[in-house]
């Protein structure tokens, strides 16, 4: 997931005279995002903090510094008049940048696990200064011009969305580094934990256990967030407070002709995944893209991702695999591979995107992301955002698919149906799942 710039309407930009009252209440809500980053390695022992599986993942510890690092780098060191958040802030930004090439030189994203220093007793320290920080810009954007307060809000608001995202790859990072452990450790295995949520939410959707199609009459549709200029409409912008922000590849919001479809009324179940595998899914090339099948012969492929025998791992640790669980942890190929032998295929995040806007769609968010067969590319019109914040988002638009909806381990508020999450084709350790078209 990326973080790109967000997308604020307002009825008029010049002016602001609800500041304080918006102000309040994103502190409110930074504050509360700011607390659950914290409480989530409370579970965890000082070893697992530098704990890093892959060079894909990154270890608890840096998300924590890297959520702080950006607050620090694109609000407080340009915005904030005297702001001395630490005499060590070089050092800090060498450690924390992740790959924006603008900001500077990086430590090498493999490494991260290696970076056992500084402690976390002084990186927590260094991330309550920024947040010190963050409530003096918000003091004295307060008496701004319209224009700084307003970049100001919305770059706290990306912020906030960008932490969000960092909750998630925290939890699915050390899920992949906990299961090359050979003890199989649990991060937690409570019912108000993160495998207790998903066992409540699929026991939810349990009574869906038979699919049905749901048809679609195509035609021209309307897709990607705001009014096609890349602003959200008052409608939009009255649903939720959060309802007017959006990733600048979310936009602009634009036409798309669809031929008719049909969706699959719920998500592939693990006991569809075992049919799969029983009629020899994993050893039949004609179901694979060349690719796909060069991966899977490449890393050893025989099942999703976590599974072991008749169990599955997880947070919680390794469990029995509810068979009626909508099947996770599938890489792209392993979607398109099962969508073909089943006599369907993957959806476009078009008509993702047009079921869940004229409300048909099950099981669209909160179980797991859902690959769609759309590569990840910018919408008609689209801009990246000016200066080194722009780097988050265009520059990866190749070599990747959309997955659309949200998971489990989504922070609540964080999900939209125009949300365009991306990843290679080959990764599996996200919480990614499969709902079939035809």
């Known amino acids: 997931m990326r973080s790109p710039h967000p997308v604020i309407a307002t009825a008029d930009r010049d002016r602001l005279e609800d500041f304080q009252p918006r102000a309040e209440a994103l502190l409110l809500r930074l504050e509360a995002v700011w607390r659950r980053s914290e409480a989530l390695i409370a579970p965890l022992e000082p070893e697992d903090l530098c704990l890093q599986g892959m060079a894909d993942a990154s270890p608890p510890k840096w998300h924590l510094g890297h959520t702080a690092w950006f607050f620090n780098t694109f609000l407080l060191q340009p915005d904030l008049a005297g702001w001395q958040g630490s005499a060590d802030d070089r050092p800090w930004s060498y450690l924390f940048n992740s790959y924006y090439d603008?900001?500077?030189?990086?430590?090498?994203?493999?490494?991260?696990?290696?970076?056992?220093?500084?402690?976390?007793?002084?990186?927590?320290?260094?991330r309550q200064r920024i947040q010190a920080g963050v409530r003096l810009l918000l003091a004295d954007l307060a008496t701004a011009?319209?224009?700084?307060?307003?970049?100001?809000?919305?770059?706290?608001?990306?912020?906030?969305?960008?932490?969000?995202?960092?909750?998630?790859?925290?939890?699915?990072?050390?899920l992949d580094g906990f299961s090359r452990q050979p003890l199989l450790p649990a991060y937690s295995q409570a019912a108000s934990g993160p495998e207790g949520l998903w066992r409540e939410r699929c026991a939810a959707a349990a009574t869906a256990l038979d699919p049905a199609w749901l048809s679609f009459a195509g035609g021209l549709v309307e897709i990607g967030h705001g009014d096609g200029a890349g602003r959200v409409t008052p409608d939009q912008?009255?649903?939720?407070?959060q309802a007017a922000f959006c990733f600048d590849n979310e936009t602009p919001r634009h036409r798309q002709w669809l031929e008719p479809f049909e969706l699959a009324s719920r998500l592939v179940r693990n006991a569809e995944m075992e049919a799969f595998i029983?009629?020899?899914?994993?050893?039949?090339?004609?179901?694979?893209m060349s690719e796909g099948w060069a991966e899977l012969q490449r890393h050893g492929w025989q099942a999703p991702r976590y599974w072991h025998a008749e169990a599955e791992f997880s947070l919680a640790g390794l469990q029995p695999r509810d068979p009626q669980a909508p099947v996770r942890h599938l890489s792209w190929f392993e979607a398109d591979a099962y969508a073909r032998w089943a006599g369907a295929r993957l959806p476009s995040e078009a008509e993702w995107e047009h079921a869940v806007a004229v409300g048909s769609l099950p099981e669209a968010f909160g179980l797991l992301w859902q690959w769609t067969a759309s590569p990840y590319r910018p919408y008609p019109g689209f801009r990246p955002a000016a200066g080194a914040v722009g780097e988050y988002?265009?520059?990866?638009?190749?070599?990747?698919?959309v997955l659309r909806g949200s998971c489990f381990l989504t922070p609540p508020g964080h999900a939209?149906?125009?949300?365009?999450?991306?990843?290679?084709?080959?990764?599996?350790?996200?919480?990614?799942?499969?709902?079939?078209?035809?």
């Open 416 to 438: 939209r149906s125009t949300y365009r999450n991306f990843f290679p084709p080959s990764s599996r350790w996200m919480a990614a799942g499969v709902r079939l078209a035809r």
């Open 145 to 174: 011009p319209a224009p700084r307060a307003l970049a100001g809000l919305e770059l706290l608001e990306l912020g906030l969305q960008h932490e969000q995202q960092h909750q998630e790859l925290l939890l699915i990072d050390l």
């Open 278 to 288: 029983a009629a020899d899914g994993y050893r039949r090339p004609e179901l694979w």
């Open 102 to 126: 603008a900001v500077g030189c990086r430590h090498p994203r493999p490494e991260r696990g290696l970076l056992t220093r500084p402690p976390i007793a002084e990186l927590l320290s260094w």
């Open 393 to 401: 988002n265009g520059k990866f638009m190749t070599s990747q698919f």
């Open 237 to 241: 912008a009255a649903a939720t407070p």
